[in-house]
């Protein structure tokens, strides 16, 4: 019997490969960073050569590091960033630009456009309602216009386009199958949620040819074999999927209003929504969480930029800790933040305040104010942040407050965090053993359809490792929440 399961997870700032055995305890692991280009400011491009370098790297290095066999690994799942793009020449799989990203904006005059499009309002409504200057209908529809020859080619049917799962799984195969999932397609905004299959009429009202798109598959799928010459034998590929929607799947969330909250570089808190896509509410689209022949999940979302990279600003701009591992004892070192509040608006807001020029700041400072104060409230900012999501989504859905949250990403290993949204939210918060969430649904949907796994398996594949419920400091944290929401308020629509 095979013993492992193979897991790249392509991120923003890196590439990992993980090997799991069948209980998804890690045996092996490798990481390689990847480069941000900003060749322009509203541009954030990566090089797709490096992407699929860097990950072929990482592949090798893992089976070299764990002293694994690769004839005893039984399949592959990767788990992606989502909404991050590249067109290629059919003719070669030669790229034709370098991939712009999910933070990029070169989409914003096009953005205004659609929105001033009362005709695409009114056929595309939910598509009109949920769209963004990052999406690809913004940022490709504005590419094709500069590009006279990216135009022609598309026009003559010589482009395949994808994003970053499409890519790595063309480019792994040896461009033997040109394939996405239903949770990549459907954060494009570019898929029908009732067919779940390219939205043909939408894509061409756009200007955009919907021959170039890839083939929408299940998340556990044959996506093909791992080319030979990577690691010395053919492996499958079996499951594909997007980051945050194998974050909720791995943490067991598959039942209607079940919540998680990734906290990486930011922070997605996201809502099961159950298997029927239900309209759209207010900036909170319905997009799909996963398609399998014998369930869909649809799901709703909010994305907080600043989490992590608060903490990263913390200590290489502001030069206020020194290393992460002093974090906990600086923030427990005080009771409080000591009437200090940060606006975690580095990267602007999303949902629920939508503003892109609102800028961070430490308010209510003065002349008691310690380090361990300023520090703390960064942290105390991120939880409110995730609990001013999670309010918001239930005022809009009209749901009361889950049961449950559940955690995870490298933010979480601090203690604070988890315990303030329990306070603030009034509900359990539990930690998982392992917070790498992402990679282990893809090794789980790699594992379904292989036969390792099945649905029912989910749940008890989950460890949990911490319970946090709301304690004595319940009352004051959510008093200094509502006081946190006026606060931030003071730092939006920052132009002069």
Not at 98 to 103: G, L, V, Y
Not at 149 to 177: C, H, P, Q, S
Not at 462 to 475: G, I
Request: charged content about 25%; hydrophobic content about 40%; aromatic content about 10%.
């Amino acid at each position: 019997m095979k013993k492992y399961i193979m897991v790249i997870d392509e991120g923003t700032t890196g590439v990992r490969t993980m090997i799991f055995d069948r209980a998804l305890n890690l045996q092996a692991k490798a990481y390689e960073t990847l480069n941000l280009m900003y060749p322009h400011p509203d541009f954030v491009e990566q090089s797709p050569a490096e992407v699929y370098e860097r990950t072929v790297s990482t592949i090798k290095k893992a089976v070299l590091a764990g002293g694994i066999d690769p004839k005893e690994i039984e399949c592959i799942g990767i788990s992606t960033q989502r909404v991050t793009w590249v067109p290629w020449r059919r003719s070669d799989g030669e790229p034709l630009m370098n991939m712009a990203t999910w933070m990029d904006r070169r989409g914003i005059p096009r953005h205004k456009e659609l929105k001033a499009d009362k005709e695409f309002e009114r056929r595309f409504p939910e598509m009109y309602n949920s769209i963004q200057p990052q999406h690809i209908a913004c940022g490709l529809g504005w590419q094709l216009r500069q590009d006279e020859n990216l135009r022609r080619m598309m026009d003559a049917g010589e482009l395949m386009f994808g994003t970053v799962d499409t890519w790595i799984v063309y480019k792994l195969t040896r461009g033997k199958v040109f394939a996405s999932n239903a949770s990549n397609a459907g954060t494009t905004r570019l898929i029908d949620n009732r067919t779940l299959n390219w939205n043909v009429e939408a894509i061409k009202y756009l200007g955009i040819n919907p021959d170039m798109f890839p083939e929408v598959k299940n998340e556990a799928d044959d996506y093909g074999m791992l080319d030979k010459d990577i690691l010395g034998v053919e492996i499958p590929i079996t499951g594909v999927v997007a980051d945050q929607q194998s974050a909720l799947f791995a943490q067991a969330c598959l039942t209607p209003w079940t919540v998680k909250s990734t906290n990486g570089t930011g922070s997605f808190v996201t809502f099961n929504l159950g298997d029927r896509s239900v309209e759209g509410k207010g900036p909170y689209a319905s997009i799909v969480g996963w398609k399998l022949p014998n369930q869909v999940r649809f799901m709703a979302e909010g994305f907080l930029p600043t989490a992590g990279s608060a903490l990263e600003w913390l200590k290489n701009e502001a030069h206020l800790i020194d290393e992460f591992g002093e974090l906990h004892g600086i923030i427990h070192s005080v009771p409080d933040s000591g009437g200090v509040f940060f606006s975690p608006a580095l990267n602007g807001f999303r949902a629920p305040l939508n503003d892109a020029t609102a800028k961070a700041g430490f308010l209510g400072i003065s002349g008691g104010v310690k380090k361990a104060h300023l520090v703390r409230s960064v942290v105390e900012a991120i939880a409110f942040a995730n609990a001013h999501v999670i309010e918001d989504i239930g005022k809009w859905f009209h749901v009361e407050k889950p049961e449950t949250v559940k955690i995870s990403g490298g933010v979480a290993q601090e203690e604070l965090l988890g315990q303030l949204i329990a306070n603030v939210v009034g509900t359990k918060v539990e930690k998982p053993v392992s917070l790498e969430a992402s990679a282990i649904g893809a090794a789980e949907f790699a594992g379904i359809y292989t036969g390792i796994y099945t649905l029912e398996d989910i749940p008890r594949l989950l460890t949990v490792e911490k319970v946090y419920e709301p304690d004595a400091n319940a009352q004051k944290d959510a008093e200094t929440y509502e006081k946190w929401k006026k606060v931030i308020e003071r730092t939006t629509k920052w132009e002069f």
